[in-house]
Structures are given as C-alpha cells and as structure tokens.
C-alpha cells in the first residue's frame, strides 16, 4: 500500500520554524479587529491534554486544539464577531471553549467540545469558558472511548487467549494504571523500590490518547505492584504478555525473569519462584522501541507520523499493548497445544511444560455432544477422526470444543474442519479450493489501527465490529495488513466465518538509512506462524508486500521457510512488488490504484489483485486532522462513493473467469488516509440502502 509522501525535510524545518517564531511572537499578536494582511497563522497543532483544564480569561494568540462542535465543525463559521462567537459557546452546553480568528477579511468561530494544551498561533484568540476535564482527552474518539474508564473497571477485562482456556478462577487480569516514566537509555536494573513519575493505562500503547501518556518514547520503564494469586506450594505462576513492542526486560521483586524482543507475539515467564506472600509484588518491564529507527520488522508505524502525518504510515505503537495477565497451573502443565484438521479428522500434538513424556486425555464436543475421546502421549501427535464430520466455511463456520488434560490442568481449545489448497476448476482455470471447492475470496484491507488506541481497539466489542462491518458490506475474506492482531480478533473471525489473509509485518522501506534484519524478520515470523497456527480463519500467509523490504531476501528461502513451519496454508511470495514477478508461491498477486486489473492464473498460481481502490471521501467531523486527508482519488458524496465502488466490482465481475480474489482499499480511513468504507472514528461513510448496494454487488462478485 502506497499513498503519498510525507513532507519534505525542507518543509518539516519551515513548519518547527513557524511554530518557533509563532510561540515568540505570542505575546505581540495583532489585536482582534487587525485585518488579513497583518494575521500570520501558525500551525495547527493536536497536543496531549492530559489534564483539568480551568475556565480562563481571553488569550489573545493561543490556540486551544480539540474536537470542533457543529454547527461549525472543523471550517468554523465565518462572519462571527468575537463575542457573538462566546455567546454561541455559552448557549450551548457541551461548548467548553471557542476559538476566533479575525484574520483573512473574514471573522471565524470554532466552539469545541474539548480542547488540549494552549498552543501559540497568532491568528487565533480563545477562551475556555468551562471548566474541562480530559479523562483521557482524544482528538477523535469512537463510540466505545468512553467505555474505558480504568479507575473503574479493567481494560480489555476478558480472557485473552481463547484458543487454550484453563478454569476462570486461575487467572489475574493486570490491565489498567500503572507507574510510568520515560528514560533516556536501557535502564538495568531498574531502580526497584521506588515509584516512578508517571502513570499509563495499560494495555494502551504510549502514543495513543486512551493510554493517558499521548507521546512518544524509545526507552521506557513500566511498574506496578500485584498479589500474588497463590499461598500454594504445588502450583506454579505464570506471567504473561500479549505483546509488546519491541524489546523488554521484565524483573519481579528485584529479580531478572527474562527478556523478549519482537512486537507482535506473545510470551510467559514461570515467576514462581520469585514471589513474596505480600500483597506488594513489584513488577518492572524495561522497555526499549526504536519504531522506525530499527531493523526489526515494525509495519506503517513511522515515529515522525506523531507531528508531521501524512502518507501511508502512522503514529507509532510503543511498549505494552496486549493484555498482561497471571496464570496459576500444575507442577507440570500444559505448555502448548497444535491442531492441524482435516475435512474429517484432527491432528493433535501436545507439549508439556518439562519437555517429558506423559498420557493425557482429551474430549472433543460437538455442542454438548460427546464425538470423540482418547489418551494419547505429549510426544507423538495423534490423529482423532471425527464422525459425521460438520465443516467450516464462511457460509457455515462450525466450530467443535475440545478439552484436553494433563494430570490436573485442563484446558479448553476448538478447532474447524477445514482445508485449503491449489486446484482446478471445471474449466481448468486454478483456484483457491476451500474443503475441496473452488472459492472466490471478496475483502477488504484492514490494519486495525484506532483512532483512540492505536494498535490497541478500546474494548473487545470494538475489536468485533470490525469483523461484523465486513459482513455487512457483504465481504467473505479480509487481508490483515502489516500487522498481527490479538488471538481475540482471530477467534471472532473463526465464529463469524471470515476467511483471514495474514500479512507477514514488515519493515517499511530502508527508514533513515536502515536496513532490515533477516535475523530479526525470521524470527517474528515464525512467531506469527506459531501464535496463531490454530485459527481456521487463516489460509495464506504474505511473505513481503510490495517493494517494502523484499530486496534484502531470498523470496524462496522465505516461501520454504513458511512451509516448513505451516505445508496446511497457501503462500504468498510478494503482495504487488517485484518478487510477485518471479512466479513462485501459490499466487499471482497485484496491486492496481484506483481501478482494479486482473493478473493471469497459471498452473501453479491463482490470480489475484491484493489491492485496489482507495476512494477517498472525507466526512466534516469526523477526519483525524480536519482538512487534512488524501486519498487515491475523491467523491463528495457517499452517492458517488457506492457508485465508484460498485463500478469497480462490475470489472472484477467481468473477469471473474480469471479472478480468484480481490482485496479493496480500505476497511476503514487511518490518520490522513482517508479512503475507508468507514471512517476513522468506524461512522459509515454509506447510508444503508448505499450499504445494501456494496453488499449486493460483493455477493454477487462471490457466487458468481
């Protein structure tokens, strides 16, 4: 995915030298009936407000950024004198501040509903009228925001890991407010004993507004203190970590449990041995994100996104931003769970925690309906046939429960029966064959990023809609771009039946000169590979996409390193760059802006246009920066948005004698990009008999 440049280093200096001279002339601003030509307008700014704001008297000069209020919105109204645009802030409620400019020959009013820190600018003179608490301010908020309240409840309180579910009772949610500080290197050891100058909502990354800090760090230090869940000496405790980027050290009770690097998978330390019987457990991570300035594999985060956004690459996701939890188990537990399925049969390997050889049982359900049972050894896999087998499949996504126990510990997984390969359909053309039949794969591109959380969704029900969103527009598959997601996501797409193409995160071009890791890539991808091995929802993983960092690799060493982890799963080399040229993997692979060209099946590939589209329509309100958007090209009405769409469609439908899959541009507008079907706050941009048109002309590319 390519959009347009950010700003040139020229402009990025001209832009900190207005905001330099804007804050030294902010006590010499012309006075409010100055005209155009004296006004010098600095720039638009958002900033972390983190904190009450009193009301105050009249500043001349000063900016307060925040969320517009109709009837101005983000344009502002023009023509309002400076004390009718009070009073039209004082009739109204939900107005805590207003902003006049009388520059330009035209008087211009803003009233907001909230604000951040007063910025310099000499065009703008503002008032808080009201006093204003941010708890925690975001600039564009969505409708679960407000849901997280983390001195109320916990973030993100539900059990993380759906795939291998142990008693309720056995573990800790260590979600929410923790001590915080930025550093200005590695700290270690970490000064223990001593509370640290911040606080964070955990599992927010820093960046992001629901976090509570709003800025950017490398190097970062996490504390808070915890009981321990358990007086017993035969049971072991386990800490766990959904992900953090990137590289952490992680000490309890001023003991060194480990470190892990790598910004998207999970990991576990058995702190056993290091705990106290005190309600005052002290746990330290060390945190150290270099973004972009790294060589490990990081997506579309770009650190100068945070105050000169634009193009294709956002705001970055630094330091814990999955769930962090204890776990209580046996002595010796259930380490790791493999399934593998078939259309009617389950290959099961187990692993325990000691590496041993041991019995275990397990029960597979079809509802409450027992079907099969057995004991089989943690060493050898084992292959349970399944009677009567029910399949999964976007149209039907069966799921059967299986538990499977070691001694006392028990746990709760599922699994689909399912599978995809290469084959050919009756007129010899190769496709994608889901359980043996051909299928067409209609989706969208999601990064899964929030304009309030960032790589974090505010809660599992804004984790959901996204998925739901795509049933309703009527797609049946969606490419997960530049990003492994929390196990959550994938299991709401294994119940709804949305078919996951998983794109291999990368790091995005030679930033600043630097180039990437294989070392590093390998390992995150296998990684991914592992994590999330058991959802049936995944069916091809993306190697590369476009020319982002493929240059420094052996595409087929890459191929064959995936198939050696995971030969259940389609490949794909190179998602529309140059490696998708040498014609190996499983498909062929394109990238076409705006309108969408078709790429040729061979014997060995099936065609498929990995991206297109990009319809940019930026909606009053709800835009992350007002006026800022771009897109590949722009309608103005949501009309005209549906009518594009489905002309595009109408293309795909016409080769669909060729076609086996299309991924359009985008789920949803991100930052600047603003070329979603939704927009960034996840408002639709359609109506719904415009909703009902997408969806009708989607079904219609699927069923053929």
């Known amino acids: 995915l390519s959009l347009f440049p950010v700003m040139s280093s020229m402009k990025v200096m001209l832009l900190w030298l207005g905001l330099f001279v804007g804050a030294l002339l902010s006590n010499q601003v012309p006075s409010a009936d100055a005209d155009g030509p004296q006004c010098t307008c600095g720039s638009f700014q958002y900033n972390n407000p983190s904190t009450i704001h009193p009301a105050g008297n009249f500043t001349e000069g000063v900016d307060f950024p925040g969320n517009d209020m109709e009837p101005c919105g983000s344009t502002g109204c023009s023509d309002v004198s400076l004390d009718d645009c009070k009073q039209m802030c004082l009739n109204n409620t939900a107005c805590v501040a207003y902003i006049h400019n009388p520059c330009n020959f035209a008087d211009v009013c803003w009233l907001k509903s909230g604000v951040g820190f007063p910025t310099p600018n000499s065009c703008r003179n503002s008032q808080i009228v009201r006093n204003y608490t941010t708890g925690p301010y975001c600039a564009l908020t969505t409708q679960w925001t407000n849901d997280v309240q983390p001195n109320v409840t916990v973030p993100l309180p539900e059990y993380p890991r759906p795939q291998m579910v142990r008693n309720g009772s056995s573990w800790t949610n260590l979600n929410g407010m923790w001590e915080f500080q930025p550093t200005s290197g590695l700290v270690d050891p970490p000064p223990f004993g001593q509370p640290l100058n911040g606080s964070v909502n955990v599992p927010f990354p820093i960046e992001a507004c629901l976090s509570g800090v709003w800025e950017n760090h490398m190097y970062m230090l996490y504390r808070r203190t915890f009981v321990s869940p358990s007086n017993s000496s035969t049971l072991r405790t386990l800490l766990h970590f959904g992900a953090i980027d990137w590289f952490s050290a992680v000490y309890v009770n001023g003991n060194f449990a480990g470190n892990h690097s790598g910004g998207y998978d999970g990991f576990s330390y058995d702190i056993t041995a290091f705990l106290s019987s005190s309600s005052a457990n002290e746990l330290f991570v060390v945190v150290y994100d270099p973004s972009d300035y790294g060589q490990q594999v990081f997506g579309k985060q770009r650190i100068s996104a945070i105050n000169n956004p634009g193009g294709d690459t956002y705001s ?20 790791d769970v493999k399934m593998k399925p078939t259309l009617t049969s389950l290959s099961l390997r187990v692993e325990a925690s000691d590496g041993k050889e041991y019995t275990y049982n397990y029960m597979v359900k079809d509802g409450e309906k027992e079907v099969a049972m057995g004991k089989a050894l943690t060493t050898i896999g084992e292959t349970i046939s399944i009677p009567s087998p029910k399949l999964w499949s976007p149209t039907s996504p069966f799921l059967y429960n299986i538990t499977v126990s070691l001694g006392s510990d028990t746990v709760l997984l599922y699994f689909g029966l399912r599978t995809i390969s290469l084959g050919k359909d009756r007129y010899g053309v190769t496709r994608p064959m889901l359980n043996g039949q051909p299928i067409m794969l209609v989706g969208w591109l999601d990064q899964s990023y929030w304009p309030d959380g960032l790589y974090t969704a505010p809660t599992d029900d804004a984790l959901l809609y996204d998925l739901q969103a795509a049933q309703m527009f009527g797609f049946n598959m969606i490419r997960l771009h530049q990003k492994v997601n929390p196990e959550r996501w994938y299991y709401h797409a294994d119940r709804l039946g949305l078919i996951v193409l998983q794109d291999m995160v990368q790091h995005y071009g030679d930033a600043h000169g630097i180039t990437p890791d294989p070392a590093l890539y390998y390992s995150d991808l296998q990684a991914m590979i592992l994590g999330r091995y058991n959802h049936p929802c995944i069916v091809q993983y993306e190697t590369f996409n476009e020319g982002d960092m493929v240059a420094h690799f052996d595409p087929a060493q890459a191929i064959a390193f995936v198939q ?14 140059p490696a998708n040229n040498l014609l190996i993997g499983d498909v062929n692979d394109i990238h076409s802006y705006p309108a969408p060209n078709v790429p040729s099946p061979s014997d060995t590939q099936y065609s498929m246009v990995g991206e297109f589209g990009g319809i940019g329509r930026f909606v009053e309100g709800h835009m992350w920066w007002p006026q800022g958007c771009y897109g590949y090209n722009s309608v103005d009405t949501s009309a005209e948005l549906a009518s594009l769409y489905t002309q595009y469609i109408q293309t795909l439908i016409s080769k669909r004698d060729q076609l086996s899959a299309s991924v359009y541009t985008q789920v949803t507008d991100i930052e600047f990009e603003c070329d979603g079907l939704l927009n960034y706050d996840r408002s639709n941009k359609l109506n719904s008999t415009e909703t009902a048109a997408v969806k009708y002309i989607n079904q219609a590319l699927i069923k053929g």
């Not at 259940?568 to 760059?577: A, E, N, P, Q």
């Open 316 to 335: 970055p996701s630094s330091g814990i931003w999955q769930t962090v939890w204890l776990e209580t188990v046996t002595a010796v537990y259930i380490k």
């Open 564 to 577: 050696n982890l995971d030969d259940s799963r389609l490949v794909d080399t190179d998602s529309g760059g």
